[in-house]
């Protein structure tokens, strides 16, 4: 099996999974550019994390979150900074740029980020997508 990934600042594409001959695409990949066995195609309720962005390598990284956690530690604030860097309280991210969570993160932690990479999971005892940032401070 060859894996190949390739990141450029910004963008992330795919890993090329060849197996037997066969080429597959996929992609949903994990932190570690490998190709996620649960997909939201195929377990749409259950699937695994993977990464939606991604801005640096995983050693940069020096703080993780997940979106739920925010709320769940200062409920008020969340949505206040919500409202303010993305006009709604939405719990979705999938709508939202890496500069506006960044900005988000930045002002919720009262000391400047840089995302690395943002992630989508779900939950699996509720079936909703959760979000996790891995960030460096700076």
């Not at 390739?6 to 992609?27: D, L, M, N, Q, W």
């Amino acid at each position: 099996m060859t894996k190949k990934s390739k990141t450029t600042k910004g963008i992330r594409s795919s890993a090329v999974e060849s197996v037997g001959g066969i080429t597959y695409f996929s992609p949903f990949q994990n932190e570690y550019g490998v190709n996620t066995k649960r997909t939201p195609q195929t377990h749409p309720y259950s699937f695994d994390g993977y990464v939606t962005y991604r801005n640096g390598t995983n050693e940069e990284v020096n703080g993780t979150v997940y979106s739920d956690r925010l709320q769940q530690w200062d409920y008020q604030k969340t949505e206040n900074l919500k409202q303010k860097h993305f006009g709604n309280k939405g719990d979705y991210y999938d709508n939202r740029t890496p500069e506006q969570i960044e900005a988000f993160l930045s002002e919720y932690f009262e000391k400047p980020v840089k995302i690395i990479f943002i992630m989508k999971y779900c939950n699996f005892s509720s079936g909703y997508p959760t979000w996790r940032f891995d960030y460096k401070h700076v």
